[in-house]
């Protein structure tokens, strides 16, 4: 019985995929859906790669360009924002720039990457972190601010 439901859920889950080719995003080969998620603003702003997996829960905010190269993972509840709001001018002004995750990058669960930053590759942005400056690659970076923790070399 869980097997039939399993292939049922992930026929849905992928479903979200088609939605969003449909309202202009690009999407790679072999994008990998596992859970419901949310793309708020522009689709036709978002561009997925290839090989991408996305989790449960995922917030993708696409008020400007939001590009995640191929071979990333967008772990549970994690949030991807190209927007955010002024602090410094009364009223607050929408604010807009484009965010970047560059290839093998994994976000794990529940972190937040604010608008304009650059995720480099292979990088990883730790549980419950909030990135509000670029990531290095091959780096580890953790907490609120997310600081970088370690270097990470590459294995083959």
């Not at 708020?40 to 905010?61: E, M, R, Y």
């Not at 609120?144 to 370690?150: D, M, T």
Request: net charge positive; glycine share 8%; with cysteine.
């Amino acid at each position: 019985m869980y097997k039939w439901y399993e292939k049922f859920m992930n026929i849905l889950y992928s479903l979200q995929i088609a939605r969003l080719k449909i309202m202009g995003a690009k999407v790679g080969k072999g994008v990998r859906v596992y859970g419901w998620f949310s793309v708020s603003g522009d689709p036709k702003k978002l561009s997925i790669g290839d090989n991408v997996t996305i989790n449960q829960g995922v917030f993708l905010n696409c008020r400007d360009e939001l590009i995640i190269e191929s071979n990333s993972r967008l772990s549970s509840y994690c949030k991807i924002y190209t927007a955010s709001l002024t602090l410094d001018s009364f009223p607050r002004k929408h604010i807009s720039k484009k965010t970047h995750i560059k290839s093998n990058v994994w976000i794990a669960s529940g972190a937040i990457v604010s608008l304009g930053i650059t995720m480099g590759e292979y990088s990883t942005l730790g549980a419950g972190s909030v990135a509000i400056k670029d990531i290095e690659p091959y780096s580890f970076y953790a907490g609120v601010p997310a600081k970088k923790i370690l270097s990470i070399s590459e294995s083959k």
